[in-house]
């Protein structure tokens, strides 16, 4: 039997937390040691930093990415017989949150960057909608000055959809400060990831704000008096004081995601691909470095044998879920998303990927497209 060494993985996390592994431990010996686990000081102080980094004047912390999503169309009062605009080629969160709060998702196609496109999402709107949510997919920021502009001209919300996105800015500001609310994720997978599930909301609006602090707490407006049924939906002070230490090294991370892609854009040019472009107004953060080609399965299968993992994001776009099928969407809805479903390939991307790995991509995918 031939076995196959992966030499470049998808992703890697031991190597993440290799260098700050000491910072970690001690952060967690603190928290054991003062034995507060909901709600302490190193989430305020998470929450804090995060409101800087999303340039928003709140920040508070939930359990993961769908709460931040839902516990924000809760707060806007969106619920059974409205509907709320997404895209269909999201994580399936975007659009599950909606439906767990009682709501419709409604998909408005995307534009060849993956993100919205604005004049189908307007076409979208009926007199039920209540809300928009952009996603930031693949860490680049959603056209948010035309979608604010829809939703302002329709009386909608925007939310953003930032979970694969922290850190990144549209004309300067960084996305999560432009809707209603901003949603972000810490899965372990994500750009700033929780040792474990975590998520934060971030928002400039007051109201909001002191709605979701007790929101996410059982309703409890103190220890014991309780004015709405609610979830518990907080982010563990454990978790927040790992990513403390692991904010720190967030702009690291995304300079070197975004030079790793700048590394694959120059060796890939010149080949038979569609590749990410960033545009001057854009900051993406590279969550996911996507090329797409018709010998997508090809590729993939010739990268593997090169001991390189590939991934698809996502392999089944979400209006074709059996979970949507109530929403009675069929194959052919959203062109552009199916036809890229079956094109996109997301490639090694991570922090710690070296230099050689990275040329190393490269070159093998020169070496399929010579042969194929
Ligand atoms: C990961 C992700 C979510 C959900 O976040 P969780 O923390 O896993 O709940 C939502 N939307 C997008 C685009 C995501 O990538």
Not at 231 to 251: F, G, T
Request: hydrophobic share 40%; net charge neutral.
């Amino acid at each position: 039997m031939i076995t196959q060494t992966v030499t470049v993985p998808y992703l890697n996390l031991g190597l993440q937390h290799k260098n700050i592994k000491a910072d970690i431990l001690r952060s967690i010996e603190t928290i054991l040691d003062s034995g507060q686990f909901i709600l302490g000081e190193e989430t305020q102080k998470f929450e804090k930093q995060f409101a800087e980094l999303a340039g928003t004047k709140y920040a508070l912390g939930v359990a993961n990415g769908t709460d931040a999503l839902f516990l924000s169309m809760l707060a806007l009062g969106i619920g059974k017989g409205d509907e709320v605009i997404t895209a269909p080629n999201s994580f399936l969160a975007s659009a599950s949150s909606i439906a767990i709060c009682g709501a419709k998702p409604v998909f408005a196609d995307v534009r060849d960057d993956f993100n919205l496109d604005p004049a189908l999402v307007e076409k979208a709107i009926t007199n039920k909608t209540k809300a928009i949510i952009a996603v930031h997919l693949t860490g680049r920021p959603a056209p948010l000055n035309e979608l604010l502009a829809i939703a302002k001209k329709h009386n909608l919300h925007l939310l953003e959809d930032c979970a694969q996105a922290v850190g990144a800015t549209y004309h300067g500001k960084p996305v999560g400060s432009f809707g209603t609310t901003g949603c972000f994720s810490l899965h372990p997978l994500k750009n700033l990831a929780a040792c474990g599930d975590g998520g934060v909301i971030t928002t400039n609006d007051e109201k909001i704000y002191k709605h979701l602090l007790v929101a996410r707490n059982h309703g409890l407006v103190n220890r014991d008096e309780c004015s709405f049924w609610s979830y518990n939906s907080r982010l563990d002070n454990l978790q927040s004081a790992i990513l403390n230490v692991k904010l720190k090294e967030l702009s690291k991370w995304t300079n070197r995601r975004r030079e790793i892609a700048s590394m694959y854009s120059n060796a890939l040019q010149d080949l038979d691909l569609i590749l990410p472009i960033d545009k001057p107004h854009e900051k993406a953060v590279y969550h996911t470095y996507i090329i797409q080609t018709k010998k997508r399965d090809l590729l993939k299968e010739y990268l593997a044998g090169q001991g390189i993992d590939t991934k698809i994001h996502y392999p089944l776009p979400i209006h074709l879920q059996d979970a949507a099928k109530e929403l009675g969407y069929r194959k052919g809805d959203f062109p552009v998303t199916e036809k890229q479903t079956d094109t996109i390939l997301s490639l090694p991307v991570f922090a710690e990927l070296t230099n050689e790995q990275v040329n190393y991509v490269s070159a093998s995918i020169r070496n399929f497209f010579k042969a194929n």
